[in-house]
């Protein structure tokens, strides 16, 4: 009679302790912007300064500079990748995660396709490859060449079919902190090839490497974002059928479960701290794929505080107390306003004020007098 295997169940509060330890925020890394944005497979962009942010909180002495130059330099590039969101990814991950999802891409079209009845996607992908290499375009430019070929398409339709289709990079100075840009998309292939650079800015030779595996990719989930359950890596790469690729690699995983009884899986030497290890407040801006990169959320955001993160469609920045999200912040004009969710202590309130102060110094856009104040601004 075969013997079931029992594993061992992580508690909340552990798999919290696991996750920040990943997420390098538990403590500050002391390591470069570029291989910390390589460590958390990119980093959530669907808006402009999110990307920096998220660094701040992260790296020890991060300065918004650092990220503006690895922008300019193309060393990182700004492309729509996990679950149809703009990232933040360096050059190497740009060519090869997109491949990963490109499946996913493919059926976004299909949903659109009443409003592309009689449009040839192939002939479609090759035009606008060849429009959009021969000069960064805005999407709207991209739309009307289309409708050129295609005028009783929907121009809406059109523009998601070449978006899908394309692996489309926002080019500079879109996405460098203290500059502004329209967006303008070029292939990751174009602005990644150093015969197409500026002669004022050019870019680094990148080979063309080979699309990174299933299962290598599932490895780096895990290091950036685990232990972790088949549904988690589905939601973060917004992908499915991934149950045969960690079947693969069980043998060299750990296996846990969660207090629901869920299967988690992690690699075997990856930390998982004690849960009683202190984490201090860090200041997450919108989007953070700490709160969008599993399927439970428990383990960053209590039930008490579910859907009070978000308005609409548009998340709110959120600050995180004992290592759970505990509060909303907005800064503007050098005040950081701080609305908790619950009650905290006067320790947890001191310490609030003073990673406030922190990240005021470190991202704030003016000189001057700036301030922490506890206040409401989800209205």
């Known amino acids: 009679?075969?013997?079931?295997?029992?594993?061992?169940?992580?508690?909340?509060?552990?798999?919290n302790r696991a996750t920040l330890a990943r997420q390098l925020l538990l403590s500050r890394a002391a390591?470069?912007?570029?291989?910390?944005?390589?460590?958390?497979?990119?980093?959530?962009?669907?808006?402009?300064k999110p990307p920096y942010f998220q660094l701040h909180a992260r790296l020890a002495g991060f300065r918004p500079a650092e990220l503006a130059e690895l922008m300019e330099s193309r060393q990182v590039v700004r492309m729509v990748t996990m679950r149809s969101t703009i990232h933040t990814h360096t050059a190497h991950d740009a060519l090869t995660l997109r491949p990963l999802v490109q499946g996913a891409r493919d059926r976004e079209v299909n949903y659109f396709r009443k409003g592309l009845v009689g449009v040839d996607l192939e002939r479609l992908?090759?035009?606008?490859?060849?429009?959009?290499?021969?000069?960064?375009?805005?999407?709207?430019?991209?739309?009307?060449?289309?409708?050129?070929?295609?005028?009783?398409?929907?121009?809406?339709?059109?523009?998601v079919a070449a978006r899908c289709r394309l692996p489309l990079v926002q080019v500079t100075p879109r996405g460098v902190w203290g500059r502004s840009g329209q967006v303008r998309l070029t292939t990751v292939e174009r602005w990644l090839d150093t015969a197409a650079a500026p002669a004022a800015l050019p870019a680094p030779?990148?080979?063309?490497?080979?699309?990174q595996s299933v299962d290598d990719v599932v490895l780096r989930y895990l290091g950036a974002f685990g232990p972790a359950s088949v549904k988690d890596m589905q939601v973060w790469a917004g992908l499915t059928r991934l149950r045969e690729a960690f079947e693969r690699l069980r043998p060299q995983l750990a296996v846990f479960r969660d207090e629901n009884g869920v299967e988690l899986f992690d690699l075997p030497?990856?930390?998982?701290?004690?849960?009683?290890?202190?984490?201090?407040?860090?200041?997450?801006?919108e989007f953070d794929n700490l709160l969008l990169s599993h399927a439970d959320r428990t383990r960053v955001v209590a039930p008490e505080i579910k859907g009070r993160t978000w308005v609409g469609n548009q998340s709110y920045c959120t600050l995180l107390v004992d290592g759970f999200v505990a509060g909303l912040w907005r800064l503007e004009e050098g005040t950081l306003t701080v609305e908790l969710l619950g009650k905290v202590?006067?320790?947890?309130?001191?310490?609030?004020?003073?990673?406030?102060?922190?990240?005021?110094?470190?991202m704030a856009d003016q000189d001057g007098r700036c301030s922490v104040r506890f206040g409401s601004i989800s209205g």
């Open 31 to 48: 390591i470069p912007a570029q291989d910390a944005v390589a460590h958390l497979l990119g980093l959530q962009a669907q808006n402009v």
């Open 1 to 15: 009679m075969a013997t079931r295997t029992v594993h061992p169940v992580l508690d909340t509060r552990s798999l």
């Open 125 to 159: 992908g090759e035009l606008a490859r060849a429009f959009v290499e021969a000069e960064p375009r805005t999407m709207g430019e991209i739309r009307e060449e289309l409708l050129t070929q295609w005028p009783d398409a929907d121009p809406q339709s059109l523009s």
């Open 205 to 211: 030779a990148v080979p063309a490497p080979a699309p």
């Open 269 to 285: 030497d990856a930390p998982r701290p004690d849960a009683g290890t202190p984490a201090p407040p860090r200041f997450l801006p």
């Open 345 to 362: 202590s006067k320790k947890d309130r001191a310490e609030i004020v003073a990673e406030g102060e922190r990240l005021i110094a470190g």
